[in-house]
């Protein structure tokens, strides 16, 4: 036979986890109500990029005295920018030097003269899905429509501004 002061934190127990699962639910309920399953799904970080102020010596510094794999420097017009890929196992940096006057790297460079962290990119697995949706929740995108990025996939640039302060880009997997 339990004792009185069993008996309460008993019934004490069972009210609090009817509360808890009680807020759990409406909770839940309440931010799903409405809201269809997403159509995409978040991935894998596929790379930082890094702007360089001195893309010979960037490439030095992560292949000669760190000892990572790099890519050939690559022109991309299209994006104003060359690129080299650091190899990395997990994920990969992407050095980024401008290419043309017109290029966003060069405005970056401008303001930040030694470089710096100037993008972070997720791979989703629907890129015209996730676009769509995330112009529906009002998160500006950098241009209309995807364009092909340095791996030759879709890839569309979200307005740092809405993503708390990050340039964001996200590339089909």
């Known amino acids: 036979m339990a004792s009185p002061v069993l008996k309460v934190a008993a019934a004490g127990i069972r009210r609090c986890s009817r509360l808890a699962l009680l807020r759990a639910h409406s909770t839940t309920a309440s931010l799903h109500q409405g809201i269809p399953a997403s159509l995409w799904k978040l991935g894998r970080l596929n790379h930082v990029a890094i702007a360089v102020p001195d893309m010979e010596r960037a490439t030095a ?16 017009p299209e ?8 190899e990395l196992g997990n994920t990969k940096l992407e050095l980024l030097h401008p290419l043309g006057e017109k290029s966003p790297i060069a405005g970056f460079l401008q303001k930040n003269r030694s470089g710096g962290m100037h993008h972070i990119c997720i791979e989703v697995d629907d890129i015209n899905a996730a676009v769509a949706d995330l112009k529906a929740k009002n998160i500006r995108t950098l241009s209309a429509e995807p ?16 993503c ?5 880009e996200l590339e089909q997997a």
């Open 147 to 162: 364009r092909i990025g340095a791996h030759g996939k879709p890839v569309m640039f979200l307005h740092p501004k809405d």
């Open 79 to 86: 994006h104003g920018v060359y690129t080299v890929f650091v």
């Open 61 to 76: 510094l992560y292949r000669d005295v760190l000892g990572a794999t790099v890519s050939d420097k690559v022109p991309l």
């Open 164 to 168: 708390d302060g990050v340039l964001v």
